[in-house]
């Protein structure tokens, strides 16, 4: 907690579009809420702002001149990651003093994922070399990697999607973005958490409950078994996919999200999960902030206790 706040606290600086009154305005942070931005919106970004949600996933394409274009469709001129996503949320951090909110705990979690119709993996690889300059430009306000310790900052930046970058990051000194790691990552030597300090996967992947009925007995013990073991190994967990059902079945769900633990919950509902935030905090979020640095393993065991986290969660 002190580390979080020591490093948010000192990334002030000058400048900025937005101004304090309108940071006064918004919602107050919501650690756990995560805005799950679908295909058709071209500006998630003041919604999600608002609302107080603490992290988003946006779909991004290759295009143009060397941008990443948001929204449906062909590229549309000014319809970019970096004029609707990038600048504005960090020229809000600037003008917050190295914060989105004045009572930001953790990183903002900003989850790029690459789509589009290209499979080319040197088109591909070509986006992401575009996305890491433009992260660059800002790099004292993100969370980065240098020699397997993580310094956390205002903002978190995860790819994902159809673009496979861990061997480019795990190559990079030092790095501005991470990978979004899976339940079977745990215990990898390969994907440690200071490469992808969160485990995300779709709720339907392991789980049938859709929240009309009570959880069974067994769903229940697998998710706090898969809670516990991710926490162990030094990394955060993010439930996504969550059931399209009635508002009644999915505050079941996240409820029982909340009780086992789970440090993000991600859903398109942003209203309702910010009002259910609001009522009901994730206990345990954020967890106790250590220096983080790999830990080297003689053989993947991603069950195996361990005595303490040693990777700052971002």
């Not at 600048?87 to 989105?100: E, Q, T, V, W």
């Not at 990552?185 to 300090?197: E, F, I």
Request: hydrophobic share 40%; charged share 20%; glycine share 12%.
């Amino acid at each position: 907690m002190a580390t979080i706040a020591g490093g948010l606290a000192g990334l002030a600086g000058a400048g900025g579009a937005v101004s304090v009154a309108i940071l006064r305005r918004t919602r107050s942070f919501l650690p756990a809420g995560h805005a799950l931005i679908g295909p058709d919106t071209t500006d998630p970004l003041p919604g999600v702002l608002r609302l107080g949600l603490a992290g988003m996933t946006v779909r991004v394409a290759p295009g143009p001149h060397g941008e990443l274009f948001l929204g449906p469709g062909r590229p549309q001129p000014g319809r970019t990651l970096r004029r609707l996503v990038l600048a504005p949320l960090f020229a809000r951090a600037r003008s917050g003093g190295g914060r989105l909110w004045p009572d930001q705990r953790v990183p903002f979690r900003l989850v790029i994922e690459f789509g589009g119709t290209s499979r080319d993996p040197g088109a591909l690889l070509h986006a992401y070399r575009v996305l890491d300059r433009q992260l660059q430009d800002h790099a004292g306000l993100l969370s980065r990697c240098r020699a397997g310790v993580i310094t956390p900052a205002a903002v978190t930046a995860t790819v994902t999607g159809v673009i496979d970058v861990r061997e480019l990051l795990a190559a990079q000194a030092e790095r501005y973005a991470f990978a979004d790691g899976t339940f079977d990552d745990l215990g990898s030597r390969s994907t440690p958490p200071s490469l992808a300090p969160m485990v995300s996967e779709a709720w339907s992947r392991r789980f049938g409950w859709d929240g009309c009925e009570p959880i069974t007995a067994e769903e229940r013990h697998q998710l706090h078994a898969l809670v516990r073991a991710a926490h162990a190994d030094g990394r955060k967990v993010r439930f996504s996919g969550l059931p399209e059902g009635s508002r009644k079945a999915r505050t079941a769900i996240w409820t029982e999200l909340g009780t086992a633990g789970v440090d993000v919950i991600a859903d398109t509902d942003l209203s309702g999960l910010a009002r259910h935030l609001r009522r009901h905090p994730v206990a345990g979020v954020p967890l106790p902030h250590v220096p983080t640095r790999a830990v080297r393993r003689s053989a993947p065991r991603p069950n195996a206790p361990r005595s303490a986290n040693r990777h700052e969660a971002v």
